[in-house]
T-cell receptor, first 117, second 111 residues
Framework: GAVVSQHPSWVICKSGTSVKIECRSLDFQATTMFWYRQFPKQSLMLMATSNEGSKATYEQGVEKDKFLINHASLTLSTLTVTSAHPEDSSFYIC?????????????FGEGSRLTVL | GESVGLHLPTLSVQEGDNSIINCAYSNSASDYFIWYKQESGKGPQFIIDIRSNMDKRQGQRVTVLLNKTVKHLSLQIAATQPGDSAVYFCSEIQYGNKLVFGAGTILRVKS
């Protein structure tokens, strides 16, 4: 089946630094990717929709200048958490839809756990 | 809709019993629903889906029921096994082809 890979799987950083998380579709092209955030013992919250070659669409309440999303190719989307603070510590999960398919056929990455000290 | 800040309820079942996990959704216009299983520290895994023109769909050991009148979904797992222990989320496709997750339920299987 289709594979979505995230890197790094976990990262620890100091407060005030920026962290980049990559989401790659390994065996398919994805025009659309989604980024989610999940706090412990809570549900996944959609942060933004990433479209290849255009600006990401952010959900209400998500700061676009804080969470920079770049979808420069059909197999890669990146999420950069800028000037990270402890409250940004979370599990970040991406998902990707194979080109030509609909949302019901999306595939999830294994997540990236960010800890900000 | 989305569940902000809510902690997940827990369902404990004995191994071999059937499990029923419930979910309420908010958007009456949603026409496609998916159940996911999430193990600790991993991404969600697809379990089963259902479209709004159906009220029941069966898979291997799993059944999804949809009641559009009361906007309710349920996931039934037959003969629950220890490997079924995980968090289960319902989700719905909303406007703009966005997949939005429900609150989730922790399933604990006792041996």
């Amino acid at each position: 089946g289709a594979v979505v890979s995230q890197h790094p799987s976990w990262v620890i950083c100091k407060s005030g630094t920026s962290v980049k998380i990559e989401c790659r579709s390994l065996d398919f092209q994805a025009t659309t990717m989604f980024w989610y955030r999940q706090f412990p013992k809570q549900s996944l919250m959609l942060m933004a929709t990433s479209n290849e070659g255009s600006k990401a669409t952010y959900e209400q309440g998500v700061e676009k200048d804080k969470f920079l999303i770049n979808h420069a190719s059909l197999t890669l989307s990146t999420l950069t958490v800028t000037s990270a603070h402890p409250e940004d510590s979370s599990f970040y999960i991406c998902s990707a839809i194979p080109a030509g398919r609909d949302t019901g056929e999306l595939f999830f990455g294994e997540g990236s756990r960010l800890t900000v000290l | 809709g989305e569940s902000v800040g809510l902690h997940l309820p827990t369902l404990s079942v004995q191994e071999g019993d059937n499990s029923i996990i419930n979910c309420a959704y908010s958007n009456s216009a949603s026409d496609y629903f998916i159940w996911y299983k999430q193990e600790s520290g991993k991404g969600p895994q697809f379990i089963i889906d259902i479209r709004s023109n159906m009220d029941k769909r069966q898979g291997q050991r799993v059944t999804v029921l949809l009641n559009k009148t009361v906007k309710h979904l349920s996931l039934q797992i037959a003969a629950t096994q220890p490997g079924d222990s995980a968090v289960y989320f319902c989700s719905e496709i909303q406007y703009g082809n966005k997949l939005v997750f429900g609150a989730g339920t922790i399933l604990r299987v006792k041996s």
